[in-house]
Structure formats: C-alpha cells, structure tokens
C-alpha cells in the first residue's frame, strides 16, 4: 500500500517563550489534523518524538485519550526521519490505514551539552573538553576542505542563502538576511565555523498526517507522496562526532547509504530531483551533504554555490526556508520542517519562496549523531 | 604533596618516563581501537587484546575551541581564566586516528599533516590535592 501525506502543520520554530515544547507540539499536530481536514480520534497510530521536553505520548493528555497506538521515537537529531520512516512502515505493512507524526522540542540557549554515559563513553570524554558537537562539525569539514579543495567563500555563501531564504520564509526564526561581510566576520566558534554558519537549537513542533494512498483524496486535494523513507546508522569507518578514535580507512558515511537505497527503492536519480532538504546543522554539512546525497561530485560544490545552482531559482534548490541555519533545531521537529517544507514546494504553497521549476519530486534528508541518516523522497 | 595520578585510568601508560598511548587491537581482524574496547567495532569480535599506540603521530584534522564548554567540563578553569584550546585527530603509527585536545590554539600554529607529539598535562586537582592528569598532543617540532 502506498503512503501519502495529507497534512502539514507546525508551530513556527524559534522562541516561544508561554508555551512548553509539548504545548508546540499539540499545536502543530492540531494544524496538521485541521489540514487534512481529521481529527485526532481519527488516528489510528502516532509516532513522536522530543529530546528535551518529555515523552511525546504525553500530547495524549492534549489531544484527546483516544486509546491510539502511541510510540515514542528517539534518535537525536534524525528523530523526525526515524518516526516518518516508521509511520511509513506502518501504512506500507496494510496494519494502519492512517496516523500522525509529531515531533517537538523546547532546548535551553547556548550549544548542547550530553552526557557521556549516554553515548557509551567514559566521563574523562567530557570533562577534557571533547564533548562538543560543534568540535566535530569543525574538524569535519576542516578535513574535508583540504581533500576537495572548498574555500571559505563556498561557507560564506552557504550561510548567506540560509539567511535570504529564511527573509522569504514567514515561520522562520531568522528572517533577516545578512551580508556577505557580516557572516565572514562573526565571532568564530569552531575554526573554520563562525557563528552565523551554526544553527542554534531552538524551540518548535511539527507534525505530519499520513495515510493510505487510495483514501488520501477523501482529505486533500493535493496529497503528496512519499515514495521511500529510509534510515541508516554509520558504518565501521565513517568520520563520526562523539569519537575518541576513527579507523584508518574512512568509510561511507551513513548518508551516502540511505541516499543510495532511497533513490534505488524509488527506481530514479539525483537528477529526478526538484526541489531538496539538506541537514544543515553547520553550513559545511550542507556542502558535504551536496555530494554525500548524490547531487554532485565531491569538490564540485564550490562551482554550484558559485553559480547559484542551489538558489530559490537555480536548477536544485536547497533548504528553500532557509534549512536548519534559519529556523534553528529544536531536535524533534526538525527532519518534519525538512518534510513540511518539501511539501509545501510541491503544492506550490510556497509564497515568496516558492521554487520556479514546477518541482514535482522532492527529497529531505536529515542527519543525526552518532552517524544516522534518514532520507525521504516526496512526489506530487 | 599528593602523586599526580591520571584522570582516568587506561588511556596512557603511567607512570613512566614516556607516556604512550594505549588501546586495543582485535587479534581476530587486527583492527585498533583508543580507548581500549572489549569487543571490536569492525568484526564484532571479542578476542581483544592492549595494544600500545605509540607517543607520536600526524595532524589529520583539527579545530579551536574557543568558548569555554558547559558541564560535564571540568577542569579548573573558570569562564575568566578559560585559555581557548586546539582539538584534533592524531595519525597514529598504525593508522587509528586519536582524538585529542592540542596544546596549538591559533589557526596559525596548526596544519594538516605536522607532526605531533604525545604529553601529559593536569585537568584539575582532586579533593585529597592529587592532580588528575589527561593527554594531549602538541607539534613534534619547534615552530619559528
């Protein structure tokens, strides 16, 4: 059975200083619901997920005790993958005919800062100073400049499309579009990542309504599709963050593997898409991500960020809200906005924003640590 | 005076004059892994054995911290007295790539490649007055 998405609903992502993360949440799932023209007794099933702001199944306590099978999804950032993709499965087995997906977060200011019990190391980790996630986006894409020749002009230029696309963008945190010279000299937080090439976390919610692709016009005029949802874990090898070591030879990593099965589950290629989500967490994983996905080769980023080629209006729009950098990462949410954004491109809903290629596939792909990948592709 | 003791036991030989580094190595695949594991990352096997990684390496990647972090840091610095620090991976002898702070930590001092040495250095003193010592890597060479 085919899978399609019938409503979209989020609470805008940034500070929402009277609300607790759960309350963002059970907004943006009543948006979805009221998108698709449901209810919450209707679900059948929900997949959520927050890593700061409590148990997802709590939104039962909002929504309604409708007795729904309710589980609850944890895998750092690539959350939001991981409960579409199980959602997915769902409807794909024939057990459900329709549910919802939600994700939420509500993150103190500032870099986050895990345990490293929680990540299967010892305290010396930590408390040496080698427990930064920005450390690792650092050192990622420091490496990854000096074997595919990248200048600091491709980051520069990353970060300054996030922030025109996110001024184009009404949900977006960061809606003020920067110049050139303010990003090249903000304070520099990780060499060679300053501050305006970061996303910070955040705060917001998300939700998505799936159902069957043979009732899905009973509730939208214009259901989107979604052709794969695949998620993958690293491989021995791949360059991941939360280290204390790395093998000599270095891997695929695990985007590389879950892009790869995603186009060939779909049956088409980097090529067949229009419009794409990137996880840009830092604006040298959006570069990464370019090639790692199978958009381009590596190295070759510097000439498609020259050339415009990710722009609104070149021929691959990129993190046409403005991705991660714009809106920020309340972790949750965050691979759903990816969802969210795609399809409202492909419903031509997408304003001042809205892509020039009548974009008919789309694709998202959000990373989380310690090296998890989850891709989807989206057809109208 | 209390003796310096490491922070955490395993990770460096101690004491001894030279310190090096120590992890494990899969007798079943051969592969390496810092810090020591009791099963292997990349066949899943459980024939483990210490292996001593040596004091010296290359520089494969690095970057500076430059904001002193949150907990669980903790050292004894405070926000007034945090001195920014380099973080890197170290090309060992036998190819596994060793994260570690690193003594450099200004851009200029810090290239892809240099070689790089191994020292001991203290993160902070316990309640007995013992100070915990970690490790961290430094360039091999003077630099002009």
């Given at each position: 059975m085919d899978v399609a998405i019938i409503g979209l609903g989020m609470h805008p992502?940034?500070?929402?200083?009277?609300?607790?993360g759960l309350e963002q949440g059970a907004a943006a799932a009543r948006a979805a619901l009221k998108d698709a023209g449901?209810?919450?007794?209707?679900?059948e099933f929900a997949f959520g997920g927050s890593q700061d702001s409590?148990?997802?199944?709590?939104?039962v306590n909002l929504l309604g005790l409708t007795g729904l099978q309710f589980t609850n999804v944890a895998n750092g950032c690539a959350t939001g993958g991981s409960s579409l993709n199980a959602a997915y499965s769902a409807i794909k087995s024939g057990q459900y005919d329709i549910g919802l997906v939600v994700g939420f977060d509500k993150h103190d200011r500032g870099a986050f800062n895990p345990k490293p019990s929680d990540w299967g190391l010892d305290d010396w980790y930590g408390e040496t100073g080698l427990m930064l996630t920005t450390q690792y986006f650092g050192m990622k894409i420091q490496r990854y400049m000096y074997d595919?020749?990248?200048?600091?002009s491709t980051l520069i230029r990353v970060a300054e499309k996030a922030f025109r696309n996110g001024s184009l963008?009404?949900?977006?945190?960061?809606q003020t579009a920067l110049s050139w010279e303010e990003i090249e000299n903000a304070?520099?937080?990780?060499e060679p990542l300053n501050k305006y090439m970061f996303c910070s976390p955040a705060e917001g919610g998300c939700a998505l309504v799936v159902c069957r692709a043979d009732i899905a016009h009973k509730f939208h005029t214009q259901p989107i599709y979604l052709k794969t949802a695949v998620v993958r874990s690293r491989n021995y090898g791949s360059f991941e963050v939360f280290s204390p070591s790395q093998p000599p030879k270095v891997a695929d990593s695990p985007t590389v593997t879950a892009s790869q099965t995603a186009f060939e589950l779909a049956g088409i290629?980097?090529?067949?898409?229009d419009v794409a989500q990137l996880q840009d967490t830092e604006v040298g994983a959006e570069i990464m991500h370019m090639a790692e996905n199978g958009?381009?080769?590596?190295?070759?980023q510097e000439k498609w960020l020259a050339d415009g080629?990710?722009?609104?209006?070149?021929r691959l729009p990129v993190?046409?809200?403005?991705?991660c950098l714009a809106n920020g990462e309340p972790v949750g949410a965050s691979g759903l906005r990816q969802v969210h954004e795609v399809c409202t491109q492909l419903r031509g809903?997408?304003?001042?924003?809205?892509?020039?290629?009548?974009?008919k596939v789309g694709y998202t792909h959000v990373y989380g640590a310690p090296g998890i990948s989850g891709v989807n592709i989206l057809a109208r | 005076m209390v003796a310096a003791k490491p922070?955490?036991?395993?990770l460096f030989s101690w004491p001894t004059e030279i310190p090096n580094l120590i992890g494990s190595q899969c007798l079943d695949c051969g592969e390496y892994a810092f810090?020591?594991?009791?099963?292997?990352?990349?066949?899943?096997?459980?024939?483990m054995t210490s292996a001593d990684l040596g004091n010296a390496g290359n520089l494969w990647t690095w970057t500076v911290q430059s904001f002193m972090p949150k907990t669980?840091?903790?050292?004894?610095?405070t926000q007034e007295t945090f001195t920014p620090y380099g973080v890197g991976y170290i090309e060992m002898a036998c190819g596994l790539k060793v994260e570690s702070r690193l003594r450099e930590n200004s851009p200029e001092l810090l290239k892809i490649g240099m070689p790089m040495k191994l020292e001991i250095i203290t993160v902070r003193t316990d309640d007995e007055g013992s100070d915990l010592l970690t490790f961290q890597f430094c360039a091999a060479e003077e630099q002009s």
């Open positions: 992502f940034g500070r929402s200083p009277s609300m607790s449901t209810d919450f007794k209707r679900m409590g148990n997802a199944d709590s939104l595919h020749n990248i200048s600091k963008t009404p949900t977006a945190w960061r304070p520099m937080v990780s290629g980097p090529e067949d898409i958009f381009c080769e590596h190295g070759e080629v990710t722009e609104i209006t070149g993190n046409t809200d403005g991705g809903d997408g304003g001042a924003r809205q892509v020039a290629n009548d974009p | 922070l955490h036991e395993g810090p020591k594991q009791n099963s292997c990352r990349a066949c899943s096997g459980q024939n669980p840091y903790h050292t004894h610095e």
